[in-house]
């Protein structure tokens, strides 16, 4: 294209490049606020940790997490931070993955939002 000095059709395709990727992310944002906003809902009747802002916020730094991550964050103890992630599996927030000796808590929600082609959602 630019070769034969086809500058403006290339320039139009750049711009509309640019336009899709930056619908996707905002699509990406406003549905992770959304799924934010309903787990924390959730979260605040299903554990005592929904009272945490640490721990709430802890469940949307990554898909998933370990209770080491939430008895550093929050300054609890191993079994008060095995005990809310635990509860959050118990009514369908996290499932809990036994990866070796290690255990993860996945918000899938929230990795779904995260995997899910924008653009064809």
Known sequence: MTSAGAWEPWILYMLRVVEQTASSTLAKIAAIRTAQAEIYEMARSASHGGQNADFLAALFELP????????????VSRPTAASWLNGLVEVGILTKLKIGRDRLFVNDRFLHVLTRDEMGD
């Open 64 to 75: 998933y997490c370990r209770i080491s991550t939430i008895v550093e964050r929050c300054g």
